[in-house]
C-alpha cells in the first residue's frame, strides 16, 4: 500500500477495490461519505464488561468520548477488548495481561485507526492496554474509570478491599453476626469504578498520570459518572486530547473529496 499521512487513507483514500469496499463496509453501518473525507479515525478501546465492576461504566464514558472526538473533527470508532477483573478471574489478572495487551496491540496494528483512546480501569487493564498501544505506535490517550465511591455502613466509611478483610475477621472472631456482615457486604461498594483506596488500580492509574508528557496521556475520570456535568467533564477533555493526538500523524490537517462525494487518494 502507498504510505499516506494518515494511516486510514491506505484503507479508506484509495480508488481502488480496496477501498470501495472498505467504504462500503462502513456505509453497511449507517456512515455517509462525510467521514471519508480525510478526518483522522479514532479508535476507542473499550475494556466494558459486566464482569468486572470496575469497568461496567465504560459504555457511558465511551459515549462521551464519541462526542468529544466528532466535535474534534474526528470520526470516532469503538471496539471491544479483553476485560480483566481481579476479583472474579482466578486464580489471578496477572496471567492474562500480556494476553490483553496483545489483544489491544493487534487490533490497532490490524484496523485503519490513526490514534486510540483507551478506556481502563481494573488494576492489569492498564498497563495492558499502555503497553499494546506502545507497541502499535499509534497516538494514544487513556481515559481511566477512575475509583468507585467509598462504602457506608453505619457510622462507619468502608474501603474496598482493605475492610473486607478486616470485617471478615471481625467474623471469625465471633464480634459481628452473619445478619451485620451480610449488611456490611451490601454497603461496602457504592458505585462502578476500580478500588478507591490506594491499591494497584489507583496506583497504575498515577503512574499513567505522571508519564502525561509522553504520547501516551492519561485522563482520570469517577466511577460514579451518571451525573451531566461529569459527562460534560469527559467530553471536554477528550475532545482536546484526542483531537489533538489524532493529528499529531496529519500535520497538514488537509480533506480531501473527490466529485462523487467518495474520498480521493491522498
Known sequence: MTAHQLRSRNWFGRNDLDGFVHRSWLKAEGFSDAVFDGRPIVGIANSWSEL???????????????????????????????????????????????????????????????????????????????????????????????????????????GSGTDAWRLWAERRAGRLTDEELCEAESCMSRSSGHCMVMGTASTMASMVAAQSSSRTTRICTSGSTTSAWRLTRIRCWCSSRSGHAARRTCPSGERRRSRRGCSSGA
Open 52 to 158: 468486572t465492576n470496575c469497568n461496567v461504566h465504560l459504555r457511558q464514558v465511551a459515549d462521551a468520548v464519541k462526542r468529544g472526538v466528532w466535535s474534534a473533527g474526528g470520526f470516532p470508532v469503538e471496539f471491544p477488548t479483553i476485560s480483566l477483573g481481579e476479583v472474579l478471574m482466578k486464580p489471578t489478572t496477572m496471567l492474562f495481561r500480556n494476553l490483553m495487551a496483545m489483544d489491544v496491540e493487534e487490533c490497532l496494528r490490524a484496523y485503519p485507526l490513526d490514534a486510540a483512546v483507551l478506556l481502563s480501569g481494573c488494576d492489569k487493564t492498564t498497563p495492558a492496554m499502555l503497553m499494546g498501544a506502545t507497541s502499535a505506535d499509534i497516538p494514544a490517550v487513556m481515559v481511566t474509570g477512575g475509583p468507585m465511591l467509598s462504602g457506608k455502613w453505619r457510622a462507619e466509611e468502608l
